[in-house]
């Protein structure tokens, strides 16, 4: 299968004052297109560093990073933008749903700039809302829903522009156990029938195992890497 990213050497050194922070160091991995992926590591071990930056919304201070042969690091604020549009899905702990908007409104969000029509995009957010089990929820703003409500709005919009390429930071970092189960199933289930690549970074072991492959990290760079050869299956207990 074809490798949809590359990176390599990748340094990260964060200067505050005099102090500097090397968040990574020399990191080189390669991802393949509809892998599922999970960055396992403790706290400040770099796993947020790293996504941010594949993701583009960082810059390397060395290294490559190179995304269906596109070199990320080389491009410039808009040209990143633009890649994000078409290629790029982000889900985030703290979910991230604009406050004022409601569910519908906060999926159909990134269709706009793929300038489509109100209704089409409106029709599509819905269909994805209703695939996430939120069908009933489509006029509710973020404070009108549970957490694991606002998790599930916050993957259909992830999902909703069919990118080739989520990545997720902590999705289930304030879900209870059964939360995080549905969306475990909602997210690997959901690339698995589009062959979308999925990078999610954990602490929490018990997530790693609906991935293809665990890359430990430990002190910003890459410990091992495990193949999972008994990957949990859509729908099983935990
Ligand atoms: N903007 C920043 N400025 C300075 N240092 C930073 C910045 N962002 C991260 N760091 C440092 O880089 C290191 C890696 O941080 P990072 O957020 O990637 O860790 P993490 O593995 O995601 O941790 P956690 O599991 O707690 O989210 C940490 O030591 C952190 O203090
Ligand atoms: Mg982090």
Redesign the pocket.
Known sequence: MENIIEIKNLT?I?R?GKEK?T??ENVSLCIKKGEFCCIL??????????L?MIAGLEKPSKGQIIIKKHHLEKMNEKQVTKFRQDYVGFVFQSYNLLPNLTALENVAMPLVFSGMANKKRNNIAKEMLSAVGLGDRLHHRPSQMSGGQQQRVSIARAFVSRPQIVFA??PTGNLDTKTTEEVMDLMSGMTQKHNQTLIM?T?DVETAVYADRVIY?RD?HVEKIEVNNNKHKQGEEL
């Open positions: 990260k964060y505050m922070v968040a990574l590591g403790t706290s400040g071990s770099g796993k947020s560093t790293l941010n930071d902590e970074v602490h990290f910003g």
